[in-house]
């Protein structure tokens, strides 16, 4: 291309510099025989005619090289100093002050390298941005093992990075999905939407598939939509994300616009992300409700096994309490042991 570009500028330059050559000589001559016919002799009709021709060479070549080179140069070099000071305004080249030529080329160049700059470093910050969020969210979910923190954290940051209208996470249970974070619901959409079965409406879709959906318009007449009140709130867009921990589907983030949407591919690859990591925490958090249910029963039947060696007059061993899971209820204990009148006789 730079190639090109040099070949062509020199191309141009030799050829008007042989038109002004040409020319120039066509009116030296031009005037030397106007001078010779008034009667001046030598040296007066050099003296005349020779300045006269350097004027009219030089004259064209300045107003060439002004025009094609110095001018556009300078525009150049004043953008580029913009752009070393953090000016954004001189990044890219107005249209008027571009010429139609080899410098207009490479001064397009230039702009379409700056523009990929700048895109790129766009998109660097905004991939540090959402990474910064996907920590935040992350760390939520290692701080707390009870999901409701890791709910909202998400829904907040799932709207701060999209710029939806509305977010609502729901969890499944069985065949069931329950709504159990949002933000920007209105009062009647979410009593709408608070309990889907899989398969049923966008987010029960969703869940059964285990795939992204959108729309990007026209949600209203979705045939798949099926609350009323999501008809009639004025949605335009939706996007829907599975929840998923170890390859089951576990829950779905749903977002919304009153606006038509294109989802980018960066946008949906940030919701799978963030839906992996609040699945991993709805996951977690289930596995640590499950584990103090366990405790809680244990300790129960311990208590239970306690109050029956004491009963019985026997100290309580590390053996027993181990054991604790095959005492029957004390309840029932004393119960059998009242009809039988064994109690009875023995504090008699």
């Known amino acids: 291309m730079a190639a090109i570009l040099r070949t062509r500028l020199q191309a141009k330059f030799l050829l008007w510099g042989v038109v002004f050559i040409i020319a120039g000589g066509v009116a030296g001559a031009v005037v ?19 300045p006269i021709l350097i004027v009219f060479w030089l004259v064209p070549f300045w107003v060439a090289l002004n025009r094609w080179v110095l001018r556009p140069v300078e525009r150049i070099v004043e953008a580029n100093r913009k752009v070393a000071s953090g000016d954004e305004a001189g990044l890219l080249l107005t249209p008027e002050a571009v010429p139609d030529d080899e410098i207009g080329d490479i001064m397009r160049s ?7 700059l700048r ?15 996907l920590n935040t969210v992350s760390a939520a979910a290692s701080a ?40 920007g619901l209105a009062p009647e959409v979410e009593a709408a939407v608070r309990q889907h079965r899989v398969g049923e409406d966008l987010p029960g879709l969703v869940a059964a598939t285990g795939e992204v959906l959108t729309v990007e318009a026209a949600l209203a007449r979705d045939p798949r939509v099926q609350a009323e009140a ?29 606006e038509a949407r294109t989802f980018a591919e960066a946008d949906l690859s940030f919701l799978q992300t963030l839906g992996d990591i609040v699945g991993t925490a709805v996951a977690n958090g289930r596995l640590y409700a499950e584990a ?10 311990h208590g239970a096994g ?32 009242g009809r039988s009148g064994w109690l009875t006789k023995k504090g008699a």
Do not use: N
């Open 119 to 133: 895109k790129a470093r766009q998109d660097a910050e905004q991939r540090a941005e959402r990474l910064a969020i």
């Open 110 to 116: 230039r702009d379409e390298m700056l523009a990929r």
């Open 144 to 183: 707390s093992l009870h999901a409701d923190t890791v709910f909202d954290t998400a829904v907040q940051q799932a709207l701060t990075v999209t710029q939806m209208d509305c977010a609502a996470l729901f969890v499944r249970d069985d065949e069931v999905l329950t709504l159990v974070a949002h933000l």
């Open 32 to 50: 030397h025989g106007i001078v010779m016919h008034a009667g001046w002799g030598f040296p007066w009709d050099y003296l005349v005619t020779i």
């Open 292 to 301: 103090q249910e366990r405790a809680r029963r244990l300790e129960e039947l």
């Open 230 to 258: 999501i008809r009639q709130a004025g949605y335009e867009s939706f996007v829907g994300v599975p929840l998923r921990s170890q390859g089951r589907v576990i829950g779905v983030l749903a977002l919304g616009a009153c």
């Open 306 to 337: 306690r109050e029956l060696l004491s009963l019985l007059g026997q100290p309580l061993t590390e053996e027993d309490a181990s054991m604790g899971r095959w005492f029957p209820s004390v309840t029932s204990y004393r119960r059998s042991m």
